[in-house]
């Protein structure tokens, strides 16, 4: 069987096999219907693999609160109309395994009724246990910095298929990160570059080549991370992390030079693939035109024979933006989606209001 997109699986799903008993057994209801959510079919990078679970012909269907009455009636003749396959693929799914999430797979009968992957709700009722609000008229910037990454981007890779409510609109306030917590972003990330500015080399001069490796590898993370924040496109979690930076508009020298930091085997080759790598990022910062220009030229760090940009510099332009603003005085932290192991909390809206307490100015305490 040829593979096939989950975004265009979904809506081939929706159009042939669900709008018909909508129109049919529901004619004036008024709803939204689409493909959003945590998914990598969401983002468009599912491939085979992914069909192993929580794939296959699915949708949610958003209603109004006064219309969830009919919720089981509207389920009930999706069940009772729905084929046992669509395009190849299970329609029926296994129940929620509590053991795993609540994951469902596709699980393929051919008498009874589907038990299809299929979501009805309200979008209050969904925004709220996906981000811990469902209000965007006046979030703060700790708001902001609270929200998984991860999930502000699946909500603009939604594919609509039926929008009365007008649900897209809703949504459009996360298009990106307001300028005060973009700058702050930036900031953060040049900042703990900056942290980590001379450690690469000072590893590999006593020996730590293990070390010196670790360190790369995360000012090489922290320098995809600005790709994305220049780039003002919102980053995945690591599965996607990346595959979503490949796709970024970058100089290729970019890439190059990151890949041949976490390559190459000598310390040498290593610290010049890195320092000029963040030479290639300055110079994006540069072009973006956010701060006066910074210089970019690699120098010493202070008396030691270690390469560098002086990424602390551009953070501290940056500060320059920040004053006057919420975040003026917060740590330079980021977010802890930022963080890769930490989608336990960063994706968990019930810490939302913890998370908030991060991002406040130490004269405040």
Known sequence: MEFIKGKELCRAFFEECARPVLE??????????????????????????????????????????????????????????????????????????????????AEPKSSGTVSPLIWIRTIEDYLTEELGLCDFSALSAADWLSFSEHRLLSFTKA???????????????????????????????????????????????????????????????????????YCRQYAPYSKWFGTGFSKLPLPNELSVLLKRTLTVYSLDEREEALVQAEQCMAKIHNESGITPPVSTEIGWYFTRKIRTIHPDAISGALCERLRGTELEGV???????????????????????????????????
């Open 159 to 229: 594919d609509w298929y039926v929008d009365s409510l007008n649900l897209a609109s809703v949504l459009k306030p996360l298009h990106y990160y307001p300028d005060t917590v973009w700058h702050y972003l930036l900031a953060s990330n040049w900042s703990l570059l900056a942290e980590e500015q001379a450690f690469c080399r000072r590893c590999g001069d006593v020996g730590d080549e293990l070390g010196s490796r670790l360190v790369a590898s995360r000012r090489v993370e922290r320098l995809m991370h600005l790709g994305f924040l």
């Open 24 to 105: 049919k057994e529901f004619p004036t209801l008024r709803y939204s219907a689409g493909l959003l959510g945590y998914g990598s079919d969401v983002l468009g990078f599912d491939d085979e693999v992914s069909t192993d679970h929580m794939w296959g012909p699915r949708f949610y269907l958003f209603l109004d609160a006064a219309d969830l009455a009919y919720r089981t009636q509207i389920f009930d003749a999706f069940v009772h109309a729905f084929p046992y396959t669509f395009r190849g693929y299970s329609v029926n799914f296994s129940k929620p395994d509590p053991n795993d999430g609540g994951v469902r797979c």
């Open 331 to 365: 740590p330079l932290i980021g977010t802890l989606s930022e963080v890769a192991n930490f989608t336990a909390i960063s994706n968990d809206a019930a810490y939302r209001k913890a998370i908030c307490g991060l991002y406040k100015n130490s004269t405040t305490h």
